[in-house]
């Protein structure tokens, strides 16, 4: 008897940097995750790692569906659904799927600056639209506090409009102003963008008058970003070097040399899967009425060209191992004279022009009343070839190579791409 798993576990990392991320929790059964629970942000500090509660995050959820099911469900589309519609839907989710693994880490400089801005703002890379309303509160408190403390006369707004010499007075303002806006929400758009402002250093000439701005209306503003880096490196170190501790031992699955040896053989399975990714969108080879007078190697997935398709009444019944049969009709096609046999659903209805199947030997067919009535009729035996046609398998086994095939391109390319990336940054470092 199986065994069932239910319980919550976390998935779903995203936009991770400098050892901080967003993590869903799911309801998942045999580890299979199924809907979300909560979002929580996690921390690497001195005390280890740590983790807060969080707005429940959509990025991290669509990665969860995407990651997990994507491929499952460009399995279903492509069997399905058929034709160039199927084919184009399926590709999509698998392109969404292989999308979604680019979330992983925060890409982009300016991306990685408004986190090392958050950091040093809020004490967490987290962005303030995904913390919880009382966390907002108690940061935004803190922060207006020490913005009082400072008396310079001057708003958050005019130093992201004016700038400022000050890295905390730059620091502050960002934070109060990055608050307001997710408090807001779309009405605090102009908050947001007054942030931004800072976050990139683009400010106006202050006003030559004996306002706030008269002292530095002359001087030159210095770019705040690489001291507020400096400061979020400091703030990231690992524990490691935080306590003296000796670094935690690196897992085996994380070694470059394992990564990439499970990649070579990724990338194999990949480059033998093309075949089957060729079948899946131009379909199989095509056999001609010559090729069924000749000696093949059978069972084969192939397409074959009918002149005429005729249903003399006849009924197939498949055995099972339970007992029970599965019924079907065995229809006749006609191939350049000789007579073929195929096998169609009970409900299907006759196939014309191309029709594409598994190509099996009649003699190979065991417990099947059909195959004796062939070979009592003389006529019919003496026209016939010697194998016939399930179509109940050209469907279903196109659609299932692509999806295996794509899956394994699909997986290599991710997987080159993160792998290629790390080796980078190990060459920086």
């Known amino acids: 008897m199986g065994v069932i798993i239910i319980g919550t ?6 936009d991770e940097h400098a050892g901080q991320c967003a993590k869903t929790a799911f309801v998942h059964l045999n580890f299979a995750p199924l809907f979300p629970r909560a979002s929580f942000w996690v921390t690497h500090g001195a005390d280890g790692e740590g983790a807060e509660p969080i707005r429940l995050h959509g990025k991290s959820v669509a990665a969860v569906y995407l990651r997990f099911w994507g491929v499952a469900l460009a399995g279903l589309v492509l069997l399905t659904v058929p034709g160039i519609l199927g084919l184009a839907a399926g590709g999509v989710v698998v392109a969404a799927s292989i999308w979604s693994w680019t979330w992983w880490s925060l890409r982009g400089t300016r991306a990685q600056r408004r986190s090392d801005y958050n950091l040093v703002a809020f004490g967490t890379r987290c962005e303030p639209e995904h913390m919880l309303p009382a966390q ?8 207006a506090a020490r913005w009082t403390a400072r008396d310079t006369g001057r708003s958050p707004n005019e130093v992201a409009r004016y700038g400022t010499a000050s890295v905390d007075e730059a620091v502050l303002a960002y934070g109060l102003l990055r608050l ?7 009405a605090g758009a102009d908050d947001r963008a007054a942030a931004e402002r800072l976050l990139d250093g683009n400010h106006e000439a202050p006003p030559a008058d004996d306002g706030p701005y008269r002292a530095t209306a002359t001087e030159a503003l210095p770019d705040h970003a ?53 079948q899946g969108v131009l ?21 074959i060209d009918l002149d005429s398709v005729t249903d003399a009444g006849w009924l197939r019944l498949t055995p099972l191992r339970d007992g ?16 073929l046999p195929i096998a169609i659903g009970e409900d299907d209805d006759l196939p014309e022009g191309r029709v594409a199947g598994e190509l099996r030997r009649i003699d190979g067919v065991r417990d099947e009343a059909w195959t004796d009535r062939i070979y009592q009729d003389p006529s019919l035996a003496s026209a016939s070839v010697d194998y016939y046609l399930d179509t109940d398998r050209s469907f279903g086994t196109r659609r299932l190579r692509l999806v295996v095939a794509a899956s394994f391109l699909g997986f290599a390319v991710v997987g080159w791409i993160f792998w290629l990336r790390a080796w980078r940054r190990r060459r920086r470092a």
């Open 9 to 14: 576990r976390a998935y779903g990392q995203v």
């Open 136 to 143: 907002r509160e108690v940061v935004e408190a803190r922060l």
């Open 180 to 186: 307001a806006a997710a408090k807001r929400g779309r």
């Open 226 to 278: 690489a001291a507020i880096a400096a400061q979020a490196r400091a703030l990231s170190t690992p524990p490691a070097q935080t306590t003296g501790r000796a670094p935690a031992r690196r897992r085996w699955i994380h070694r470059p040399r394992v990564q990439l040896v499970g990649l070579a053989f990724v990338t194999l399975l990949a480059a033998t899967s093309l075949g089957w990714l060729r």
């Open 283 to 303: 379909g199989f080879p095509t056999v001609t009425a010559g090729d069924l007078t000749t000696a093949l190697d059978t069972p084969r997935l192939v397409s």
């Open 324 to 339: 029970d049969f599965v019924r079907g009709r065995i229809v006749f096609g006609r191939v350049g004279g000789r007579v």
